[in-house]
């Protein structure tokens, strides 16, 4: 029978299936075969396609593809246009950034870190409106990837990244002009990627139009419509691990104007928003204030043309600036905007202003911030349905606020209140004591949302939401009895084989796991490294490369409590190899075969476990059926044969009772005795590894032995439950 070496997964499934079935077993990875157990697979997240029109595209992952291909081309062809929009004010509606870590970069070098900060394995994030102006309602994007599968992928591939205009400079620039003004419909633009962008998989490129979107390509056009257009484009890339980033533009105002016509633009000087024929607006200020822009295109020259403004039929003038301030009267105001010299060349723009008294508002107050809300500028310091983002800094995660509404026709009401935090969303309206201020504990491994549901005056729904943000003031003493741990798997030490694996498990004063990149980072000679693969346990595995010498490795942790540690390693690389001394051990104790191997050897120490296997296997007349090669992530070690190998085998009863309690059925004798390996005598059975005492989770054939290791080859019936291996810590007793 064979001898197989397999990374054991999480036990406790219901029939799951056979992890060891080649269909599903991955190369790169030691499983414990188990019929009981499933083998961990990638599961790609669902990336989107980019369509943004009110319709759905039924052909739109065709489309992307033939769009990619078409790309392809015209880089090769074309010059990459060199035009970029500096630094613009105004936003497009996909300026808020999901990964925090990019948000916290947002002041610094951003092109020169915006590649690193992207490729960063993200486990989702809040979109959040400005501290400063009103906002649109929370939205959380989260994704998850399993660990394992044959393609390679990491375990938290297929996450989402929003970038902001600023940030998407770095990866795309784009010929649209603001401001500009044309006399032909047709207007040409382009879209260029730059290295930075190039260096990613382009996924889509769409324009939106006026509130409709479509693909588009790198050379495209848009056909305008009369007056003011608005033009954004967002382009979506897709990383190696397959993590997707969206990049927009800012919002772009292109006018154009039909020859001898008059184009007639009117736009709210306070909120910059337009204002249509017909409108009918609402204010709760006694004036109103408005811009206009009358322009005439003629011979292919475009001038400006007199503009006339009556409120409530009297003529108003501009201010220096330009502008109309105009006082309002209590109710509806006529507003009328007249442009041309009559005839059929004249436009005219009539709305009604509707001017109401609004003295509802709602108060928050707590230590760190007091301020009113309400729709009425004369009393609030913000507008309803925005986010306030706060921060506090303490020793104590307790938080206290209380919020209140003012009472004018009786229907006003708080209707309710609710908490969103790393567990979840709760209702939090009865926890107000008597003087109604309400008592939460903040989290310091992400945001507290704390959004408000009330009624106004006019019976209409209305909400605010407070995102507050702890940072925990340390106490040194008190941090050091309850800083993290940091495990790592290596020592202050010259090694022979680069890449080198450092394996990193890192939790917090609870025993609870924490995760890399959100909790933890590890750098590489001040360089941020990525995990290369999560084990079931906990443990992330890293593939450094290192330069020759000594290499600096730190590993900063921070818990959901904000508590930190540090731990600072100098690996020296030496490529020249020299000898280590490894014991290893083979045993099968479980079927009463005792120790079949047990030496100390003398090795070169740029090799790695499944070599040294291999050669004390062949050394002592073993012979392996496996996959790949002992040196590379290929290698997968299934059978191991030798003449009467299971000879005198035995079950004891203690073995038994504990098989039968796990529900494995047990063969009464080998399949063959001359081999022992995976689907012998239970279910369950076949060899697992340790490494000086803990599981290893990665593939044999890319660890490198050092010196004083020792090397534990193992024959397990119950997938380690029964040789003392806790595939939860990975630690062997």
């Known amino acids: 029978m064979a001898l197989f070496l397999a990374l054991m997964i999480s036990f406790g499934k219901t029939a799951p299936e056979n992890p060891m079935d080649r269909n599903r077993a991955d190369a790169s990875r030691m499983y414990l075969l188990s019929s009981t157990l499933d083998m961990d697979m990638d599961q790609l997240a669902n990336i989107g396609n980019a369509n943004i029109n009110a319709g ?9 593809e033939q769009q990619q291909e078409e790309e392809k081309q015209e880089q090769n062809q074309d010059t990459p246009q060199q035009e970029q929009q500096q630094n613009q004010d105004t936003q497009n509606p996909d300026q808020n950034i999901s990964d925090p870590n990019i948000q916290n ?121 009369e007056g003011a257009n608005s033009v954004y484009v967002t382009v979506r890339f897709r990383d190696s691990k397959y993590n997707q980033i969206d990049a927009s533009t800012k919002i772009y105002t292109i006018y154009y104007y039909p020859e001898n016509e008059v184009e007639l633009v009117v736009r709210n000087a306070r909120t910059g928003e337009y204002i249509n024929d017909q409108d009918a607006l609402t204010v709760m200020q006694d004036s109103f204030w408005i811009e206009v822009r009358a322009r005439k295109a003629s011979g292919g020259v475009i001038n400006d043309v007199a503009a006339r403004v009556r409120l409530n039929n009297k003529i108003q003038k501009a201010d220096s600036d330009g502008i109309y301030r105009m006082g309002l009267t209590l109710g509806n105001n006529q507003l009328k905007v007249t442009a041309g010299e009559g005839g059929n060349t004249q436009k005219t723009l009539s709305c009604t202003v509707n001017y109401k008294i609004d003295n509802f508002m709602i108060s928050f107050e707590s230590s760190i911030r007091t301020e009113k809300i309400s729709n009425n500028p004369g009393i609030g310091d913000k507008v309803f349905k925005g986010i306030t983002k706060l921060k506090y800094a303490s020793t104590s995660g307790d938080f206290s606020f209380r919020v209140r509404n003012s009472t004018v026709t009786g229907v006003e009401k708080i209707d309710k209140i609710q908490m969103t935090n790393r567990y979840g969303t709760l209702d939090i309206t009865d926890l107000a004591g008597a003087d109604g201020y309400i008592q939460i504990t903040l989290d310091a491994s992400r945001s507290t949302d704390i959004k408000v549901y009330c009624t106004d005056s006019d019976g209409e729904p209305q909400w605010y939401t407070w995102s507050v943000t702890y940072e925990r003031v340390l106490d040194p003493a008190e941090n050091q009895r309850k800083a993290p741990v940091i495990r790592a798997d290596v ?4 090694v022979n084989k680069n890449p080198f694996i450092i394996p990193i498990k890192v939790f917090d004063y609870n025993g609870n796991e924490l995760k890399a990149n959100q909790n933890f980072t590890l750098y590489l000679n001040g ?48 490529p020249v190899a020299e000898e280590a001394r490894v014991r290893v051990i083979v045993s099968g104790e479980v079927l009463g075969l005792g120790t079949m191997i047990d030496e100390t050897i003398t090795a070169k120490s740029d090799q790695t476990v499944a070599q040294i296997v291999e050669d004390r296997l062949a050394a002592h007349g073993y012979s392996t059926i496996h996959d790949g090669v002992a040196d590379a992530d290929s290698y997968f070690l299934r059978h191991v044969m030798k003449t009467g190998i299971t000879d005198g085998w035995s079950i004891s009863a203690e073995e038994r009772s504990l098989l039968e309690m796990l529900g494995y059925d047990i063969a009464e004798g080998p399949k063959n005795p001359n081999s022992l390996g995976e689907r012998d005598f239970t279910a369950g059975s076949g060899w697992m590894v340790t490494l000086n005492h803990y599981y290893i989770a990665q593939t044999m054939g890319t660890r490198p032995i050092r010196d004083g290791d020792e090397i534990h080859l193992i024959y397990t019936l119950s997938v380690g439950k029964d040789i003392g291996v806790d595939t939860s810590s990975s630690i062997y007793d």
């Open 56 to 64: 759905d595209s039924a052909n739109q992952a065709e489309q992307e």
């Open 105 to 225: 970069a947002v002041a610094a070098d951003i092109p020169g870190s915006l590649m690193n900060l992207i490729q960063k394995n993200q486990s989702g994030g809040s979109g959040n409106g400005s501290s400063d102006q009103p906002g649109d309602d929370q939205g959380n994007g989260s994704g998850d990837g399993t660990t394992g599968g044959n393609s390679g992928i990491p375990s938290d591939g297929g996450q989402q990244t929003t970038l902001n205009p600023s940030q998407s400079a770095a990866l795309f620039t784009t010929s649209l002009k603001d401001g500009d003004e044309v006399t032909d419909p047709e207007y040409p633009f382009t879209v260029d990627l730059t290295e930075k962008g190039k260096q990613l998989t382009l996924v889509s490129m769409t324009v939106n139009l006026n509130g409709s979107g479509r693909i588009c390509r790198s050379r495209d056009s848009l056909t305008l419509k």
């Open 527 to 574: 360089a941020y490294q990525d995990y290369h693969s999560r084990e079931t346990d906990g443990t992330y595995e890293y593939n450094l490369v290192l330069t020759e010498g000594p290499n600096t490795v730190v590993i900063k942790a921070v818990d959901n409590e904000g508590y930190t540690a540090e731990k600072t390693l100098t690996v020296t690389y030496n």
């Open 491 to 494: 020592t202050n030490e010259t």
